[in-house]
């Protein structure tokens, strides 16, 4: 089982960009359901968006709507995070992770995380003032 590598993490100002990847080939190859999760110190895990790979079916959680994109490269079996206009509630550590792909649907639920089986090992974002 290959792992998830996340990386692109950094710190950077309020309004500037960063674009977060995460090396997925196991799972690009097939359809599932891949996130983006987000962690503050003292605060529980946020999903921030989700997609099912392999399509162009995306959720993004409203916190980062209109900032957040998530999408992915079959061609360099990588999923990413491109994240605009910074906020420093933006900061945290950030983990891509897997799903069934039944998990990506209208409601919300893949937000929740508990039906995600493999994690990456996170990478950190901060953003100041």
């Known amino acids: 089982q290959v792992p998830l590598v996340e990386s692109g993490g950094g710190s950077v100002q309020a309004g500037e960009s960063l674009r977060l990847s995460c090396a997925a080939s196991e799972y690009t190859y097939s359809v599932v359901c891949m996130g983006w999760f987000r962690q503050a110190p003292g605060k529980e895990r946020e999903g921030v968006a989700a997609m099912k790979t392999r399509t162009t079916t995306t959720y993004v959680a409203d916190s980062v709507k209109g900032r957040f994109t998530i999408s992915q490269d079959n061609t360099k079996n990588t999923l990413y995070l491109q994240m605009n206009s910074l906020k420093p509630e933006d900061t945290g550590t950030y983990y891509c992770?897997?799903?069934?792909?039944?998990?990506?649907?209208?409601?919300?639920?893949?937000?929740?995380?508990?039906?995600?089986?493999?994690w990456g090992q996170g990478t950190q974002v901060t953003v100041s003032e």
């Open positions: 992770a897997v799903a069934p792909v039944r998990i990506c649907a209208n409601g919300g639920a893949w937000r929740l995380g508990g039906s995600f089986y493999r």
